[in-house]
Structure formats: structure tokens, C-alpha cells
């Protein structure tokens, strides 16, 4: 068997289903849609407010906005906060437990900032393996305390193949009051379906991740909990004001398309190199390691090098918000936290790429200059 289809192999399963051009096309067009239902001419083309107003107690532009977005994703409501994604977690998650309660977490490395999450909040874990329907039922019969189950859409570990609405499913067929928070970073508007769409009661993630401002983030599910999140951020310094609230609007109108453009390259690539494009390469498959992205396997321990020279060359060799409006040029970098955790040897032996704004050809031209520049430092050392 060639070394393609081993590397398809093993990481099949994992890869989440990602929007076509035209159903990117379709979520533009319902996106905007949603834009003329809320918006008059007038105020759509102003840059938006600033303070608490007296009628909806932050920005009137930004309470337009969370309207909009709550009719794009069909939930009940929807809050913008601060601190990117962990600050969507952590907002919606305080709302929802008290110190030394529990919730349900998949049997995985969490990721780094919604490990200090639990932390800060004091919230306790219970496991299961997510990627098996059964024991996830199991889990929920045998312990009632846990207050929320909480899913991270994106792959923690190379090997995670369950399935969002699967899940989700399972989950409120046990026990339908048991509310449902999902970490949808690096999958919204990218994949079939966020979490509330797939019917979770809260999905939260960063507008960051799609193009719109720094450190602005989306809460989209149930009235109650997101109606307390504003009650809590009443302070006008907390509020996410008017124009920061038109930017992350105007500039998600683009990501749909962007994103599925970006997405074909990733398949692109990853079936290129498998097909020998690079020398020195030993596999290539996709993975949701956070973003979809080719995960690289090289024949020699010559990652760190080759990530260093690679900027040298043109590539970023760290991200900025992970597919941020900034992130044009691709990027080599180290294979994610998680899954080092879960596989050290990529440390040495891994690449993380993602084409960000770039074709296949440009990352294959690096490639082909960085790898032999790397075995050579490899051979003096």
C-alpha cells in the first residue's frame, strides 16, 4: 500500500466535513440576507455606536449585530464579548456552573486555555471517549452531577473521529436537560454545521478566526444563559462597541468563500506531496488539528530547522489567530499542543501547514528549497 493511502487511512475519519464553494456561496447569501432583515440602509452604512444605550443597555449597532447573527444561526439569542474564544467559553460557562460543579469532557488533552478555564472557575470533569457513542451514554446514566457536557468541535487528539451531531444526538436522548456547550473554534462557517445549528444549546467561538476584529467573540443558544452574560457585562468598558461589532459583520460576510477556497488547497496539497511533489517527505494527511491543515511527516528529525528556515523563504512560522485577517502568507509550524501530547515524536518529525491565503504551488516551491537546507544543518551538527 503506498504511503498516501496509509496516511489517508489512518486520519479519514477525523477529518470534519468542510463547505463546498457553492454551500459557502449559499451562507454569504443567507448571511446578508439576514443583514437586510435587521438592518435599515441607513444604519447598516454608518461604523456604529459606542457606550451603553438606554434602550438595550450596550451599543444599539452591536445589539443589531447579535440579531443578526442569532436569525443566521436559528438560535434563541446571541452575545458578542471580549477575549476571543477562551472568553466565549469562559463567559458561557460561568453563567451555567458554580464553583465545584461538574461537566462531562472528552478523554483527551484539553486544550491549553480551556484547561485554565476549568481552573479559574473551579469546575471538576468527568471523562468519556466521545469517539464511542456508548460510553458517552454510559457516562451520562452513571453520573448525574455533571451540570453541562462540553464538546470541542475541532480534533484534540489525531485520533478522534466521533461525530458532532452524533453526539449532540446521544446526548439529549439521555438526558435532554443536560445542557450542551460547544467549542466551535476553527469550525464556524467552515463545517456543515456549528454546534447549536447541530442542536447544542450554546456554541461559542472567535470572530478572530474569521477576519473580523481582535478579541471579539460570538455566544450564539439559549435565551436564558446569554441574556445573564449581558445582565453580568452591563459596564461600559466590557461592552463590545458598535464599530467593533460592523467589522466582525462586514468582514464574516467574506470568511464563508475564503475559508472553502483555502480548504480545497489543503486537499490539494496534502494529495500532491503524497504524490511525491517534495523530496524528503515521508506522508502527508489532513487533520482538524485546530484548523484543517496537512500534518507532515518528514524522514528525518529536521522539523525545527526546517520551520526556522522557512521564514527565510516566505512562510509564517507561527500564527497569529489562526486564519486572522493578517495570516495571508502560509504557514509551517510545529504540529499543535494536543497532539504532540498525544504523538512527542511529531515534535521532531512534524509539520503543521496551512496554506492560509496562498495556492498549493507556493508551499511546494518552499518546501523544495527549505527541506534540503535543513538536512544540511541536520548533517553539521
Known amino acids: 500500500m503506498s504511503t498516501y493511502n496509509r496516511a489517508q487511512l489512518k486520519y479519514a475519519n477525523s477529518i470534519l466535513p468542510s463547505l463546498s464553494i457553492q454551500e459557502a456561496q449559499e451562507k454569504q447569501?443567507?448571511?446578508?440576507?439576514?443583514?437586510?432583515?435587521?438592518?435599515?440602509?441607513?444604519?447598516?452604512?454608518?461604523?456604529?455606536?459606542?457606550?451603553?444605550?438606554?434602550?438595550?443597555?450596550?451599543p444599539e449597532q452591536t445589539y443589531l449585530v447579535e440579531?443578526?447573527?442569532?436569525?443566521?444561526?436559528?438560535?434563541?439569542?446571541?452575545?458578542?464579548?471580549?477575549?476571543?474564544?477562551?472568553?466565549?467559553?469562559?463567559?458561557?460557562?460561568?453563567?451555567?456552573?458554580?464553583?465545584?460543579d461538574e461537566m462531562f469532557i472528552h478523554t483527551a488533552p484539553v486544550y491549553t486555555t480551556t484547561k485554565e478555564t476549568l481552573r479559574i472557575l473551579g469546575i471538576k470533569t468527568v471523562q468519556a471517549d466521545y469517539n464511542h457513542l456508548e460510553e458517552i451514554r454510559t457516562a451520562i446514566r452513571t453520573n448525574q452531577n455533571p451540570k453541562v457536557f462540553y464538546i470541542q468541535h475541532a480534533r484534540q487528539q489525531p485520533a478522534d473521529h466521533y461525530q458532532l451531531a452524533e453526539v449532540i444526538k446521544a446526548v439529549k436522548e439521555e438526558r435532554p436537560d443536560l445542557p450542551i456547550v460547544v467549542d466551535d473554534?476553527?469550525?464556524?462557517?467552515?463545517?456543515?454545521?456549528i454546534g447549536v445549528e447541530l442542536g447544542a444549546d450554546y456554541s461559542t467561538f472567535s470572530g478572530f478566526k474569521l477576519l473580523g476584529p481582535e478579541g471579539i467573540a460570538v455566544i450564539a443558544g439559549k435565551k436564558d444563559a446569554i441574556e445573564r452574560v449581558h445582565h453580568y457585562n452591563y459596564s461600559g468598558g466590557g461592552q463590545?462597541?458598535?464599530?467593533?461589532?460592523?467589522?466582525?459583520?462586514?468582514?464574516?460576510?467574506?470568511?464563508?468563500?475564503?475559508?472553502?477556497?483555502?480548504?480545497?488547497?489543503?486537499?490539494?496539497?496534502?494529495?500532491?506531496?503524497?504524490?511525491?511533489?517534495?523530496?524528503?517527505?515521508?506522508?502527508?494527511?489532513?487533520?482538524?488539528?485546530?484548523?484543517?491543515?496537512?500534518?507532515?511527516?518528514?524522514e528525518d528529525p529536521i522539523a525545527q530547522s526546517v520551520i526556522s528556515i522557512s521564514?527565510?523563504?516566505?512562510?509564517?512560522?507561527?500564527?497569529?489567530?489562526?486564519?486572522?485577517?493578517?495570516?495571508?502568507?502560509?504557514?509551517?509550524?510545529?504540529?499543535?499542543?494536543?497532539?504532540?501530547?498525544?504523538?512527542?515524536?511529531?515534535?521532531?518529525?512534524?509539520?503543521?501547514?496551512?496554506?492560509?491565503?496562498?495556492?498549493?504551488?507556493?508551499?511546494?516551491?518552499?518546501?523544495?528549497?527549505?527541506?534540503?537546507?535543513?538536512?544540511?544543518?541536520?548533517?553539521?551538527?
Request: hydrophobic share 40%.
Open 311 to 381: 521564514d527565510e523563504h516566505g512562510a509564517a512560522t507561527h500564527p497569529v489567530g489562526a486564519e486572522s485577517k493578517y495570516e495571508i502568507i502560509p504557514m509551517i509550524y510545529r504540529v499543535s499542543g494536543s497532539f504532540l501530547e498525544a504523538q512527542p515524536e511529531l515534535k521532531d518529525y512534524g509539520l503543521r501547514i496551512n496554506p492560509m491565503k496562498s495556492g498549493a504551488n507556493t508551499i511546494i516551491g518552499i518546501l523544495e528549497k527549505v527541506i534540503p537546507l535543513a538536512k544540511e544543518v541536520q548533517h553539521h551538527r
Open 29 to 58: 447569501f443567507k448571511l446578508v440576507d439576514r443583514m437586510s432583515r435587521h438592518f435599515k440602509g441607513r444604519q447598516f452604512l454608518s461604523m456604529g455606536d459606542l457606550g451603553v444605550s438606554p434602550t438595550y443597555k450596550r
Open 185 to 193: 473554534n476553527y469550525c464556524a462557517l467552515k463545517t456543515k454545521g
Open 67 to 100: 440579531r443578526v447573527l442569532a436569525d443566521f444561526f436559528e438560535t434563541e439569542d446571541c452575545a458578542l464579548v471580549r477575549g476571543a474564544g477562551t472568553g466565549a467559553i469562559r463567559n458561557i460557562l460561568s453563567m451555567l456552573l458554580s464553583p465545584g
Open 240 to 298: 463590545v462597541q458598535g464599530y467593533e461589532a460592523m467589522e466582525l459583520l462586514r468582514m464574516m460576510t467574506f470568511a464563508p468563500v475564503s475559508l472553502a477556497i483555502q480548504n480545497e488547497q489543503v486537499e490539494e496539497l496534502c494529495r500532491r506531496l503524497n504524490e511525491g511533489a517534495v523530496n524528503g517527505i515521508f506522508a502527508a494527511y489532513m487533520t482538524n488539528a485546530q484548523s484543517k491543515n496537512v500534518i507532515v511527516e518528514l
